[in-house]
């Protein structure tokens, strides 16, 4: 279990490298998932040079033209088409991996957790470091890169690098966490919509979108504000008559809240009834 981590640190311990000059969100993620996933214990590891030495046999990546590089000829691609950069060449390595280990779940759930998070947030990384920004313009890209200082010297981007490579992880392990949670949220509501029903009162958190594709219409679920919300599964809307039901109290943009929970089952149910109306005609 956890072959390719293992690999990669073993790998690791005979030196970490990656270019030098203007660092990108790419290498900034890569340096940051090595850190995550226990393949390095420290960013101040990683050399940065302007070209990996000959009979090196250590890990680099974003240079070199190894296994985590992309700039050359024959780099590879995802299934889709669209051509991996040095991050997503990791995140394809270690991905399920790092998830299964890091958030104690099967691995069928950290296979689709991780192709979830390629497809929202490595992705786009990669096409950026790519092709550009202009022609695939990505906000975080964008702001990684502008933290540049080329009047720096080499020492004082190397400290500038660690630390944004640092701050980065924390947001990178957040980010993949959410992305574990929605497929788990996916699982759990194909559970829950198993039955026939159409609305559900949940105790618990579930991510609305997680219903997605099943026959839930409408959750109902005490709000931390005290009153019983109606929130729909797109695409479906709440009714403008909502506003002068027994008990609402406000209606906002995915749903409404009620005073009561039975208020609020009530109205949900006619939603419901609206639906089912409009489909027979």
């Known amino acids: 279990m956890y072959e390719k981590i293992k690999s990669l640190r073993k790998l690791a311990k005979n030196g970490v490298l990656t270019h030098n000059g203007r660092f990108h969100a790419d290498d900034v993620f890569a340096a940051a998932l090595l ?10 590891e990683i050399g940065r040079v302007g070209r990996v030495p000959q009979g090196f046999n250590g890990l680099a990546f974003d240079i070199g033209g190894g296994a985590f590089d992309h700039h050359q000829d024959d780099a590879r691609v995802r299934p889709n088409g669209d051509k991996y950069a040095a991050f997503g060449l990791l995140w394809n390595e ?11 779940v099967d691995a069928q759930i950290a296979i689709d957790a991780a192709k979830k998070f390629d497809i929202d947030f490595v992705s786009k990384i990669d096409l950026t470091d790519n092709f550009g920004a202009e022609q695939y313009p990505n906000t975080i890209s964008i702001l990684i890169s502008s933290m540049n200082n080329m009047k720096y010297t080499d020492a004082e981007n190397k400290k500038l690098f660690t630390k944004i490579v640092n701050d980065m992880a924390k947001y990178l392990s957040a980010t993949i966490e ?34 997605r594709g099943t026959r839930v219409k409408y959750i109902v679920k005490k709000s931390h504000r005290g009153t019983y919300n109606i929130t729909t599964v797109e695409p479906y809307e709440i ?16 749903g409404a809240a009620f005073d009561s929970f039975y208020d609020a089952l009530v109205a949900a149910k006619r939603f419901v009834m609206d639906i089912k109306q409009s489909q027979t005609k």
């Open 35 to 44: 850190k995550l996933a226990g393949i390095i214990k420290s960013i101040s």
């Open 94 to 104: 270690v991905g399920a991996e790092y998830i299964q280990k890091k958030y104690n």
């Open 178 to 211: 959410k992305s574990c949670d929605f497929i788990k949220d996916k699982n759990r509501a194909k559970e829950l919509a198993s039955s026939d029903f159409v609305i559900l009162a949940l105790d618990d958190y579930v991510d609305r979108n997680a219903f």
């Open 239 to 254: 009714p403008s008559y909502c506003k002068k039901m027994p008990g609402c109290v406000q209606v906002y943009n995915i």
